[in-house]
């Protein structure tokens, strides 16, 4: 069976949102196409998500709809991941749940893919975000840094929220990596992308799972990912403390203790940094060789397996 359009919807306590999701999807896709399937990724969910996705499958037997329940929280990368081993569809879109990104943009992406062939994926970027200055010219400020650091162009301003034809997403199901930086990816793996703006609406319920601490934690993630060049930062510390020691060797000769103690307590912090730098990285390794799976599903549910039984 042949089906022209993959959504992916991770989850994680959207109990207040994925039924309302699941009618303006619906709503959306009329007078586009009914070939479409609609990919619920439940990330270890702790409020109700699990019983509303299995009261939304089995009382919309009508639409295409499969429900993938983790044993855990395994983070939304692993649930994007997981979304794109599921997707049978020509195109795939990776969208939120909470509606804050309008399923008529999906719409208006896959349009855009069907008008130009030469195009493969189609990413959205925030015509005007709602975030403070401050974290706006962080984030920009992190993907030019990341852009030359790795050799590769980060769109600064696109979110995960886009459609890409199936070739990609198997493009980056390949991709043997446990510790994932979509971003990045949809990036390393090249092909022709187009930029379109949104308009952002305001959530419906819940509250957002983005703070300071987890984007900070996100972009060091990146740079760990997608560039080695933190791991060189002895060599230019070592020169820079090279410098430094015939400077305080300089003033110890007019005050000893204090130019011994300065020395030893600014070498040792540098160190330290660098050991930090190498552990982290060590830490990714060890991890990757572990080998261990990306996720755990605990249960899956699926049209297909409603449309064997009525065969």
């Known amino acids: 069976m042949s089906v022209k359009h993959s959504l992916i919807v991770p989850c994680y306590n959207e109990e207040g949102n994925v039924e309302n999701f699941l009618k303006e999807t619906v709503e959306a896709m009329k007078g586009y196409t009914d070939s479409y399937e609609i990919i619920f990724v439940n990330d270890g969910s702790k409020d109700t998500t699990p019983k509303k996705l299995r009261q939304i499958f089995n009382e919309n037997k009508d639409v295409r709809i499969k429900v993938i329940n983790f044993s855990r929280n395994f983070g939304k990368e692993a649930a994007m991941y ?40 189609v990413a959205a970027y925030q015509a005007h975000r709602k975030e403070g200055k401050a974290l706006s010219k962080g984030k920009h400020t992190f993907y030019k840094t990341i852009s030359k650091m790795s050799g590769i ?17 198997d493009t980056i199901v390949a991709l043997p990596e446990y510790h994932r930086f979509s971003k990045g990816i949809f990036s390393w793996v090249g092909y022709n992308t187009v930029s379109i703006p949104y308009e952002v609406r305001d959530r419906e319920n819940g509250e957002t799972k983005w703070n300071l601490k987890k984007l900070i934690a996100y972009a060091i993630e990146g740079i760990m990912a997608y560039t080695d060049k933190p791991l060189k930062l002895p060599l230019y510390l070592g020169a820079i403390l090279l410098v430094i020691s015939v400077v305080f060797g300089i003033i110890g000769l007019l005050a000893p203790y204090y130019g011994i103690i300065s020395a030893v307590l600014f070498a040792g912090s540098l160190v330290l940094i660098c050991q930090g730098i190498s552990g982290a990285y060590l830490g990714k390794v060890h991890t990757q060789v572990k080998d261990r799976p990306i996720f755990i599903s605990k249960e899956i549910l699926s049209y297909e397996d409603n449309q064997e039984s009525d065969n």
């Open 153 to 169: 162009d980060f769109i600064s301003d696109a979110s995960d929220f886009r459609t890409l034809r199936k070739c990609v997403a």
């Open 82 to 121: 997981t979304g794109f081993t599921q997707a049978v569809g020509e195109y795939i879109t990776i969208i939120d749940a909470d509606l804050q990104q309008d399923p008529k943009y999906a719409v208006e992406m896959a349009r855009i893919l069907d008008s130009d062939p030469d195009c493969d994926m």
